[in-house]
Structure formats: structure tokens, C-alpha cells
């Protein structure tokens, strides 16, 4: 790996360890966060985190994930930020996955999840801030462009919305 030097900057570096150990620790803890149990009980142990210190050791290293571009659900599966079963309801993934969607349309309707009552922040606006770089998921005026019709001449499809 070359190392760049630019005259003035050679202090910023100091103190801070080589590119490459960063790297191999991230990789190695990587490693270990989708290292898996045949009977699942390690990754059951690290969603649920009911340890406080292995509750801030998850939550630190999926800080240092995310700062890499690397987006991983703290609960682990989306599956686990859906509201419970009400009565009647499949409980088939694709129905679920699909009920989720129908019902939670907006960035307020997701926050309102009953998983994230306790909670001063809100997972999906962090993830998806980073996605779409947003600093919030609140709703923004939209400008639909002029389209030209099939007759050659400017046809408006619609005026401006907002998107909820």
C-alpha cells in the first residue's frame, strides 16, 4: 500500500494506527458478527443483547459498519421490526412482508412501529438517511417534470406533490 504525503498534513496521521490494521480489525469483527452456531443461540444472544456491555459492543461496532457503508438491522432480520400477528393474519413471510408494506407507507408510520417506542432514534431513518442522503425521512415537496406528448407539443402529467 503507497503512502501519500502532502507537505503541512504529515501531523493529521500521527498517533492513529495503520490503514491496514484498521481494516484487519474491521474485517475480523465482521467476521465474528455473521459468525453463526449450528443451533443459532450465538446470533439469538447478539440480537436480543441483553447484556448491557454486549448491548454497547453491538451497537459500537455497528457504528463502525455503518461509517464504512455496510448497513446491517440491529435486531438482525427485518422480519423482527414487524408489529406482532393481530388476529386472523398469516404469518407467511411474503404476506407479512407485503401487510408491512400496505400499512406502513410513510417515514411517520414507521417511527410509530411499537419497536421503536423506547427508542430516542429510529434505525430505518438512520439507514435510510445514509441510502438517499437524507438527514430525515420527512416529507419533501416533489416536482414532476413536462413531458412531451405524442403530438410533439408540452403535456403536463401533473402538478407538483408532496410524497408521504
Given at each position: 500500500?503507497?503512502?501519500?504525503s ?73 422480519e ?17 412482508a407485503?401487510?408491512f ?10 417511527r ?10 429510529c ?5 435510510f ?6 438527514a ?29
Amino acid at each position: 500500500m503507497a503512502v501519500v504525503s502532502i507537505p503541512g498534513l504529515d501531523h493529521l496521521h500521527e498517533g492513529l494506527p495503520p490503514l491496514g490494521e484498521v481494516l484487519d480489525e474491521l474485517n475480523a469483527a465482521v467476521d465474528a458478527f455473521f459468525a453463526r452456531s449450528a443451533s443459532g443461540s450465538a446470533r439469538r444472544i447478539l440480537e436480543e443483547a441483553n447484556d448491557p456491555e454486549l448491548e454497547k459492543m453491538k451497537l459500537d461496532l455497528l457504528r463502525m459498519l455503518r461509517h464504512e457503508d455496510i448497513y446491517v438491522w440491529e435486531r438482525g432480520a427485518i422480519e423482527a421490526y414487524y408489529p406482532e400477528l393481530q388476529t386472523n393474519e398469516s404469518n407467511n413471510k411474503n404476506d407479512r412482508a407485503r401487510t408491512f408494506c400496505e400499512r406502513y407507507t410513510t417515514a411517520e408510520a414507521i417511527r410509530g412501529l411499537p419497536i421503536f417506542q423506547d427508542s430516542a432514534t429510529c434505525e430505518f431513518d438512520l439507514i435510510f438517511g445514509a441510502f438517499f442522503g437524507a438527514a430525515s425521512l420527512e416529507s419533501s415537496p416533489v416536482e414532476i417534470p413536462e413531458q412531451i406528448g405524442a403530438d410533439g407539443t408540452q403535456a403536463e402529467f401533473a402538478e407538483a406533490s408532496a410524497l408521504e
